[in-house]
Nanobody, 121 residues
Framework: QVQLVESGGGLVQPGGSLRLSCAASGRLFSINGMGWYRQAPGNERESVAVITRDGSTAYADSVKGRFTISRDNAKNTVYLQMNSLKPEDTAVYYC???????????????WGQGTQVTVSS
Protein backbone atom coordinates (compact mmCIF):
# COMPACT_ATOMS: atom_id res chain seq x y z
CA GLN A 1 0.00 0.00 0.00
CA VAL A 2 0.87 3.66 -0.21
CA GLN A 3 0.83 6.19 2.61
CA LEU A 4 1.00 9.97 2.37
CA VAL A 5 1.85 11.90 5.52
CA GLU A 6 1.47 15.68 5.62
CA SER A 7 3.10 18.06 8.06
CA GLY A 8 3.65 21.77 8.54
CA GLY A 9 0.17 23.11 9.15
CA GLY A 10 -0.72 25.42 12.01
CA LEU A 11 -1.92 28.85 13.06
CA VAL A 12 -0.38 31.90 11.39
CA GLN A 13 -1.22 35.58 11.26
CA PRO A 14 -2.33 37.24 8.03
CA GLY A 15 0.69 38.01 5.89
CA GLY A 16 2.66 35.16 7.40
CA SER A 17 4.14 32.05 5.83
CA LEU A 18 3.93 28.29 6.24
CA ARG A 19 5.57 25.38 4.46
CA LEU A 20 3.67 22.14 4.06
CA SER A 21 5.37 18.82 3.37
CA CYS A 22 3.93 15.52 2.20
CA ALA A 23 6.03 12.36 2.16
CA ALA A 24 4.95 9.25 0.29
CA SER A 25 5.97 5.78 1.43
CA GLY A 26 5.12 2.17 0.76
CA ARG A 27 4.91 0.47 -2.64
CA LEU A 28 6.16 3.23 -4.94
CA PHE A 29 7.28 2.00 -8.34
CA SER A 30 6.71 5.49 -9.77
CA ILE A 31 4.99 8.70 -8.71
CA ASN A 32 3.52 10.76 -11.54
CA GLY A 33 1.72 13.98 -10.65
CA MET A 34 1.50 15.30 -7.10
CA GLY A 35 -0.63 18.09 -5.78
CA TRP A 36 -2.16 20.03 -2.95
CA TYR A 37 -5.88 20.52 -2.41
CA ARG A 38 -7.82 22.27 0.32
CA GLN A 39 -11.28 22.19 1.83
CA ALA A 40 -12.77 24.91 3.96
CA PRO A 41 -15.87 24.31 6.12
CA GLY A 42 -18.98 24.26 3.97
CA ASN A 43 -16.98 24.22 0.74
CA GLU A 44 -16.00 21.52 -1.70
CA ARG A 45 -12.40 20.37 -1.97
CA GLU A 46 -10.52 22.50 -4.48
CA SER A 47 -7.21 22.21 -6.26
CA VAL A 48 -4.49 24.56 -5.01
CA ALA A 49 -1.39 23.52 -6.95
CA VAL A 50 -0.14 20.54 -8.93
CA ILE A 51 3.26 19.45 -10.18
CA THR A 52 4.31 16.82 -12.71
CA ARG A 53 7.22 14.46 -12.28
CA ASP A 54 9.41 16.68 -14.43
CA GLY A 55 8.49 19.81 -12.47
CA SER A 56 5.80 21.52 -14.53
CA THR A 57 3.38 23.36 -12.25
CA ALA A 58 -0.10 24.83 -12.26
CA TYR A 59 -1.84 26.96 -9.63
CA ALA A 60 -5.31 28.11 -8.70
CA ASP A 61 -5.79 31.77 -9.56
CA SER A 62 -6.39 32.58 -5.89
CA VAL A 63 -2.86 31.52 -4.88
CA LYS A 64 -0.77 32.51 -7.91
CA GLY A 65 2.21 34.60 -6.89
CA ARG A 66 1.86 33.62 -3.22
CA PHE A 67 2.21 29.82 -3.14
CA THR A 68 4.95 27.66 -4.64
CA ILE A 69 4.76 23.91 -5.14
CA SER A 70 7.92 21.82 -5.45
CA ARG A 71 8.95 18.20 -5.12
CA ASP A 72 11.98 16.09 -4.32
CA ASN A 73 11.69 12.90 -6.34
CA ALA A 74 14.55 11.24 -4.43
CA LYS A 75 12.59 11.71 -1.19
CA ASN A 76 9.13 11.08 -2.69
CA THR A 77 8.08 14.36 -1.12
CA VAL A 78 6.03 17.33 -2.30
CA TYR A 79 6.11 20.76 -0.67
CA LEU A 80 3.88 23.81 -0.63
CA GLN A 81 5.47 27.10 0.35
CA MET A 82 2.69 29.51 1.30
CA ASN A 83 3.51 33.22 1.63
CA SER A 84 1.36 36.30 2.19
CA LEU A 85 -1.32 34.14 3.75
CA LYS A 86 -4.86 35.46 3.98
CA PRO A 87 -7.77 34.46 6.23
CA GLU A 88 -9.50 32.96 3.19
CA ASP A 89 -6.62 30.47 2.89
CA THR A 90 -7.88 28.82 6.09
CA ALA A 91 -8.73 25.20 5.30
CA VAL A 92 -7.64 21.61 5.70
CA TYR A 93 -4.91 20.98 3.15
CA TYR A 94 -4.57 17.54 1.56
CA CYS A 95 -1.82 16.18 -0.63
CA UNK A 96 -2.45 13.85 -3.52
CA UNK A 97 -0.12 11.55 -5.43
CA UNK A 98 -0.74 9.63 -8.63
CA UNK A 99 1.18 6.42 -7.97
CA UNK A 100 2.11 3.29 -9.87
CA UNK A 101 2.69 0.79 -7.07
CA UNK A 102 4.15 -2.04 -9.13
CA UNK A 103 5.34 -2.38 -12.71
CA UNK A 104 2.52 -2.98 -15.16
CA UNK A 105 -0.31 -1.87 -12.88
CA UNK A 106 -2.36 1.25 -13.54
CA UNK A 107 -1.67 4.43 -11.62
CA UNK A 108 -4.13 5.46 -8.94
CA UNK A 109 -4.58 8.44 -6.68
CA UNK A 110 -3.73 8.38 -2.99
CA TRP A 111 -4.58 11.06 -0.42
CA GLY A 112 -3.01 12.21 2.80
CA GLN A 113 -4.97 12.63 6.01
CA GLY A 114 -4.97 16.43 5.81
CA THR A 115 -3.33 19.19 7.83
CA GLN A 116 -5.13 22.22 9.22
CA VAL A 117 -4.00 25.70 8.18
CA THR A 118 -5.59 28.59 10.05
CA VAL A 119 -4.85 32.20 9.14
CA SER A 120 -6.09 34.54 11.84
CA SER A 121 -4.98 37.47 13.94
Amino acid sequence: QVQLVESGGGLVQPGGSLRLSCAASGRLFSINGMGWYRQAPGNERESVAVITRDGSTAYADSVKGRFTISRDNAKNTVYLQMNSLKPEDTAVYYCDAHVISTYGTPARHYWGQGTQVTVSS
